[in-house]
């Protein structure tokens, strides 16, 4: 039977052996992918790869939306999503929402 520094110096020796194996893989690997792209002229793009400074699509502006309503007390609102509670609690006591309109 081997002794423990035996073992540990096959094993030393294998992690050796199986990093070269990895690293000729991969070469060849990269070699193949070159060859592939420059064959056909492919792009980063083409890959589905994202490219280093450009976006996919450019980002919308976000662009303020004017004011439709405001309150009594300076209130706003652009008449978009739920009603605020100050125009809710003013129609709530008889007026009309058509009031406010600016």
Do not use: C
Request: charged share 25%; hydrophobic share 45%; proline share 3%.
């Amino acid at each position: 039977m081997a002794s423990y520094r035996e073992l540990l110096a096959q094993r030393a020796l294998l992690e050796k052996q199986i990093e070269e194996a990895r690293q000729a893989e991969v070469s060849d690997a990269i070699a193949q992918a070159r060859k592939l792209i420059a064959e056909h002229g492919l792009t980063a793009a083409d890959l589905g790869f994202k490219v280093a400074g450009a976006s996919a699509a450019p980002a919308k502006a976000k662009v303020a939306v004017a004011v439709k309503y405001r309150g009594p007390n300076g209130e706003s609102w652009s008449g978009r999503g739920k009603a605020p509670n100050w125009l809710t609690s003013l129609e709530s006591d008889g007026r009309y929402r058509d009031e406010f309109l600016v």
